[in-house]
């Protein structure tokens, strides 16, 4: 029995435009447009949120199969079921969104210029970790900064 929408390709296709948009929404977003914390609301709570129906409905629909957590043998199970590969892929477009926003927020609470901010949206939308390192990176940087130091004073 086929559900409707539940197609693996399709979710996977689907999850992946609209985690796109809610990258655009951060991107367009500049801290102090007005628009700023409706595009963080959509791109960090609603898309990660409708990603995250997704995600649990592949898994109620398809269980774990043979695969599991607890070694990369049985992770490797799990992800050679197509339904659990896009589960997988859903996940990673959600929590990598989830930061990307989390990261437009703090900078928008730090001062940072959207300019510094973009490279590191970039970065976390292809490779998650390495943009979030990057973000720790320059908001050290940043604090640091002695002209930062002195407008605060």
Not at 49 to 61: C, D, I, K, Q
Not at 87 to 109: K, M, T
């Amino acid at each position: 029995m086929s559900i409707p929408g539940l197609d693996p390709d399709t979710l996977f296709s689907l999850g992946s435009s609209l985690a796109v948009t809610g990258w655009l929404a951060l991107a367009v977003s500049p801290a102090g447009t007005r628009w700023a914390p409706a595009a963080r609301l959509y791109a960090g709570r609603i898309v990660p949120l409708l990603l995250a129906v997704a995600y649990v409905a592949l898994f109620v629909r398809n269980g774990m199969g043979d695969g599991g957590y607890d070694s990369m043998a049985a992770v490797r199970r799990l992800l050679a079921q197509p339904a659990l590969l896009a589960a997988g892929w859903l996940h990673y477009l959600a929590f990598d969104l989830l930061v990307g926003s989390w990261i437009a927020e703090r900078s928008a609470a730090l001062g940072l210029p959207h300019l510094l901010v973009l490279p590191l949206l970039a970065l976390t939308f292809m490779f998650g970790p390495a943009g979030l390192l990057g973000f720790a990176l320059l908001r050290g940087v940043w604090r640091r900064s002695p002209q930062r130091a002195e407008v605060s004073a």
